[in-house]
């Protein structure tokens, strides 16, 4: 059995930060599980272009406002708490906070736990890893 709590996580390794975003990652590959799982906290007026080629993500808001806009088609769909959208064809797109959002992600494959958007927006599938405590 794997326990991890957001408050411990928040104070190790597993915190990873970026430009206009910050995730804590509870669950990654060395855990074996497929997938990976992360609370992800994106900060008021970021305006992130992501393109995820090489995984799949679920994404479920825990809190916040903004709005995720489909590249291809424009469409922009609103997003708060109790909403989720699925990138289920790797989608690219782009995801506005109109206040700071709290997202529960889910990604496969998973993680390894380093991982930052490269220059596509997108997450490279071998980076540094994380080890399991």
Partial sequence: MIV?????AMNSERKVVSE?????????KDD????????TT????SNLDMH?????????????EGEVEEAVTGK???VEPGTL?????????TLRA??????????NPPLNGKEVHNAEGAYELEAETITAE
Avoid: P
């Avoid at 959208?85 to 797109?93: F, G, M, Q, T």
């Fill in 4 to 8: 991890r709590t957001l408050k411990e």
């Fill in 20 to 28: 206009g975003w910050e995730s804590i990652r509870l669950l990654l």
């Fill in 32 to 39: 074996n599980m497929g997938f990976s799982f992360h609370i």
């Fill in 42 to 45: 994106i900060f008021k007026g």
């Fill in 52 to 64: 995820y080629q090489n995984h799949l993500e679920s994404v479920f808001c825990l809190s916040g």
């Fill in 76 to 78: 922009v769909h609103q």
């Fill in 85 to 93: 959208y699925v990138l289920d064809k790797h989608d690219k797109h």
């Fill in 98 to 107: 109109k206040t700071e959002m709290i997202m529960a992600c889910v990604f």
